[in-house]
């Protein structure tokens, strides 16, 4: 069962460790009240001793004043990792000191609340607050904050949970289940490739270009040009041809034969050249690509 409540810590008690239990007891001090005063292991920085040695599980409670009365809201202190600033305190439990700014008046008083585990010298209570309150405090809630590096020193971090949220770790089963996801879409695009690939082939083999020509030509300028005419634009044959060609003043575009004799202009396939019949000047600029296969 838990020790009752005391005043002020024991100054005389090296530890409190139940032999049948198997475990340290934490006992509960209330009302502890000390006076600020110079320590020379911190090179002058003011402060004061804990009767014990406190433990470092966040419960200590440190308050400006004497008396029970004075433990309120407005009176207490917060606690820093650094030199104490302002109203705030800087706890070095493994020699049960608490230090104040530097600006606080030797004799202060403060009144402090906390649970004490024996004398501050004995070797029993280091191992204690440094090993079983830590080794106590993982198992059950997991909650000590890391300050630093978690170093498992080549030691396997075992029974680990599958992570959930961005910041979470994750199990060597989530990174296989991962890598065989990849692995498996890697193999499906590769096959989809491949499918892919094989059905373009026999179009390939089927559509092969072997020359392609861009031309652009005025029909009314040149020997053989006039306000109108009909005039051969370029040959294809022996192969097949492919005209892709634009009419720059008239603004039309196509592919192959166009027109009848009723249009404008009109391109005219023979079957082994192209023709282009024009009207006027304002359709006799063409420009064409050949392509022949």
Known sequence: MALPPIPIGLQCIDWRYDEQEGKFIPQEITSEVHSVIEIPEYGGKRGFKLF???????????????????????NRQSRVTSVATGSQYFLAPRVGIVLVPIDTPIGSQYIVSYFGV?????????????????AEKLSRDGSLPMLGNLNANLNKIINLAAGTNPNDSVRLSQLTTVINNLAAEVTARTNADNSINGQLGPLVNLIKWVEATVSVRDFTTGPQGGPSGTLGMEAYAPRRGTLFWRNSRANISGCGSYGSG????????????????WTSSSNALMEWMLLKW
């Open 118 to 134: 024996g004398s501050v010298k004995n070797v029993q209570n280091d191992l204690y607050i440094e090993q079983l309150a830590l």
């Open 262 to 277: 009723s249009t404008p202009f009109q391109i005219i396939d023979t079957g082994s050249q192209f023709e282009f019949r």
């Open 52 to 74: 014990e040695r406190p433990l470092d599980d966040g419960s200590i409670q440190v308050y400006k004043g004497n008396s029970n009365a004075d433990k309120i809201l407005e």
